[in-house]
């Protein structure tokens, strides 16, 4: 292959890798808006066990922080992939 078709290569790989990271960081800002507008009606109580420290309450808050964590996490990984291929890509 030539130079042009390896750059080309390379470009579509770097852009798989950044679209990945994007949806994985919407995902990441979107897990905590949906956890509290599925357990709106149960805030007060939420917050309840929070103070008290009644963890199995707590479980699908936690769940959610994890979930945005793991996303963001992966978005910061694919976009640091990303950049490296980019980076590697010959004039």
């Not at 798989?16 to 009606?41: E, H, K, Q, S």
């Not at 707590?58 to 980076?87: P, S």
Request: net charge positive.
């Amino acid at each position: 292959m030539g130079k042009a078709a390896d750059n080309e290569r390379l470009r579509l790989r770097a852009m798989f890798f950044n679209t990945l990271a994007a949806a994985c960081v919407i995902t990441g800002l979107f897990v905590p808006y949906f956890v509290l507008l599925t357990a709106w009606g149960r805030m007060v109580a939420t917050f309840e066990s929070l103070v008290t420290g009644d963890w199995v309450r707590l479980h699908g808050l936690m769940v959610g922080l994890f979930a945005t964590a793991v996303a963001l996490l992966l978005g910061f990984l694919f976009r640091r992939t990303a950049d490296k291929i980019a980076q590697s890509i010959q004039d």
